[in-house]
């Protein structure tokens, strides 16, 4: 599928292909995964997900690069969405003392309902709480949820669901509507139940590791054979190695925002190059 997609005949692809720069590239399921797929979920997040099929059915080449140009604007509009939101709800979390919080309720009128769910999953990346992101509108909230290990978000919200106008999910992400007077009790109860399931080392991340790998092992030959297990995803993840005594040396940003670390890391005898 990845070979065929590369190659396609599609004017959709083909334009989808160009916009985001890969044409005539080797397509992989993380192009899938944070490049393409994004753009296409773009406007079903931020109104209908129309123009996504609509760009897939198109057979005139000029109309389908019109689409791909505003799949494109609207991925970067929904960007820019998200980070007003993840701001607005960091500053609540800067009011919380997040050692004592077992669960993060967080809330504000007319947050994007398509981004609320990206959202709650960075804030949970970044303080491994259990979070529920609510946007508000004339008296109703629509909830989106994510949880961590050990942290069952369905049977939490089942626990609650007096509160709640109506819910459904399952185990690590959920959706929820609740009355914007019942947030408050919500949060309350929701923390009661927390503490209750969760005890202190379930709010230490893990990271699952395939095993330790010394920096002199790391080589191009070692590259090329776990490409091999590609494709990635779900059921087939990435491999992550572990290594220890790793120093980082002559560090450089790198990209059009200086938003990633170009730098080598390793031991006196070996080192290798790496991007953060």
């Given at each position: 599928?990845?070979?065929r ?61 019109v ?9 970067k ?29 967080l ?17 949970v ?20 949820c ?5 942290f ?41 139940y ?13 990271l ?11 080589s ?6 776990i ?28 990209g ?21």
């Open positions: 599928g990845l070979k997609l590369a190659q396609t005949s599609r004017p959709g692809l083909q334009a989808l292909l160009a916009v985001t720069e890969l044409q005539n590239k080797e397509i992989t399921a993380g192009h899938i995964g944070f490049v393409l797929a994004p753009r296409l979920n773009a406007a079903g997040r931020l109104s209908t997900a129309c123009r996504g099929v609509e760009l897939f059915l198109e057979e005139d080449w000029d109309k389908a690069q689409i791909a140009r505003e799949l494109d604007e609207a991925n509009e929904r960007q820019v969405i998200e980070q007003e939101i993840l701001k607005a709800a960091e500053k609540q979390v800067e009011e919380i003392d997040i050692k004592k919080a077992h669960v993060l309720v809330h504000g009128e007319n947050w994007h309902p398509g981004v609320i769910g990206i959202v709650a999953s960075r804030i990346e970044r303080y491994y709480r259990p979070t529920i992101i609510i946007s508000e509108s004339s008296g109703l909230g629509k909830g989106s994510r949880s961590i290990r050990g069952h978000m369905f049977e939490a919200l089942t626990a609650c669901k007096k509160l709640l106008q109506g819910f459904g999910g399952h185990a690590q992400a959920a959706g929820l509507t609740i009355r914007s007077e019942d947030i408050a009790a919500f949060r309350e109860e929701l923390e009661i927390a503490q209750a399931v969760l005890q202190e080392e379930d709010y230490i991340p893990i699952d590791i395939e095993l330790e790998l010394p920096p002199d092992k790391i191009d030959r070692l590259m090329s054979e490409k091999l297990l590609e494709p990635y995803g779900m059921g087939n993840p990435r491999p992550v190695f572990g290594t220890r005594d790793f120093r980082p040396r002559s560090a450089s940003s790198i059009a925002e200086g938003k990633h670390l170009r730098m080598e890391v390793g031991t006196r005898q070996k080192r290798v190059a790496a991007l953060y």
